[in-house]
């Protein structure tokens, strides 16, 4: 009895010792799976702010190409109602001018090529010396020149209307009899220029011309050199000229340009052709009313957009 007892003991305390050997390992594998679980959670709140990052990056970049979606519309925006302005400007200030009739007598005289070639020459220098002086007076804050260019536009659409209803139905035919009065004038006058340049060789009796006349020209044509100085000169301090300044102050100077030189070959091609019969069909009364409404239109129309954009 004594020894059965003595086993008993023994074996409970076997029992107790075990029992505390595999509770630590039961509490270390619940650390361990606590700490994996911290890990992962780490691991998961780390990959939720990569994700957030992205998709603010995202947003960021969908919000610059927006922006520079609406940035290139006003600018596409900008140089289409500048295009549109200057042209329709020159169109209604050139048809029927001085600068028409000159081209329209002289193709009429000289080869239409020529007489082209010179007059769209002056006229696109024209349009960019008087875009590039517009440009200059962006030095003056924009809301000044913005809002001086649109009185300056209604002014002048007053003043052709003004002009357009106290003007005879015959201005047009007496625009270009005085156009045309001129320029046999200055005809005759390269005439007297040229006898008075030729010499008599006694010698071979050959009569020579000028020699210092000849280098001059050289490669351009006299008709070329005179459409060009006689639509210069006519278009200095015109209509349209002051126009094409006032619009480049406050219009894409692209657009003002672009569209200024193409109204000019337009209406310098349409004299070339034909423009004696252009002008006895349409009344230079008509085309001054119609450029009287054109600036008016332009004029009011620029309360309609911000003078900053």
């Known amino acids: 009895m004594l020894m059965l007892g003595s086993i008993c003991l023994l074996?409970?305390?076997?029992?107790?010792?075990?029992?505390?050997q595999?509770?630590?390992?039961?509490?270390?594998?619940?650390?361990?799976?606590?700490?994996q679980m911290v890990v992962n959670?780490?691991?998961l709140v780390k990959?939720?702010?990569?994700?957030?990052?992205?998709?603010?990056?995202?947003?960021?970049?969908?919000?610059?190409?927006?922006?520079?979606?609406?940035?290139?519309?006003?600018?596409?925006?900008g140089f289409v109602h500048a295009f549109v302005a200057s042209f329709s400007v020159i169109i209604v200030s050139e048809l029927g001018d001085k600068t028409f009739f000159i081209a329209a007598i002289m193709a009429m005289r000289h080869m239409r090529l020529t007489v082209f070639g010179g007059a769209i020459a002056a006229l696109a220098l024209m349009t960019v010396l008087s875009a590039l002086l517009g440009f200059a007076t962006t030095v003056i804050p924009k809301v000044y020149t913005y809002y001086a260019s649109t009185?300056?536009?209604?002014?002048?659409?007053?003043?052709m209307l003004k002009e357009g209803w106290s003007m005879s139905p015959d201005e047009g035919q007496e625009?270009?009899?005085?156009?045309?009065?001129d320029l046999k004038r200055r005809d005759e006058e390269m005439e007297k220029e040229a006898k008075l340049t030729l010499t008599h060789d006694p010698e071979s009796g050959i009569i020579r011309g000028g020699r210092v006349r000849n280098r001059f020209f050289g490669l351009l044509s006299p008709i070329f050199l005179q459409a060009f100085t006689l639509t210069f000169l006519a278009e200095w301090g015109d209509r349209s000229q002051i126009a094409t300044i006032v619009l480049a102050a406050r219009e894409d100077v692209s657009g003002v340009t672009i569209g200024g030189i193409i109204g000019h070959s337009i209406c310098t091609a349409i004299a070339v052709i034909g423009g004696r019969m252009v002008a006895q069909r349409i009344s230079a009364r008509t085309v001054t009313l119609?450029?009287?409404?054109?600036?008016?239109?332009?004029?009011?129309?620029?309360?309609?957009?911000?003078?900053?954009?």
Do not use: H
Request: include cysteine.
């Open 41 to 43: 959670d780490d691991n």
């Open 47 to 77: 990959q939720e702010r990569e994700e957030g990052d992205t998709a603010e990056e995202l947003e960021v970049g969908e919000d610059a190409a927006k922006d520079e979606v609406v940035t290139e519309g006003r600018v596409n925006l």
């Open 11 to 20: 074996l409970l305390v076997a029992c107790a010792v075990g029992e505390r």
């Open 175 to 181: 625009e270009l009899e005085e156009v045309q009065a």
């Open 151 to 159: 009185a300056l536009f209604i002014i002048f659409g007053l003043r």
């Open 22 to 35: 595999n509770y630590p390992n039961e509490e270390d594998g619940v650390i361990k799976d606590e700490g």
């Open 290 to 309: 119609m450029g009287g409404v054109v600036f008016l239109l332009f004029g009011i129309s620029a309360f309609f957009f911000n003078a900053d954009s």
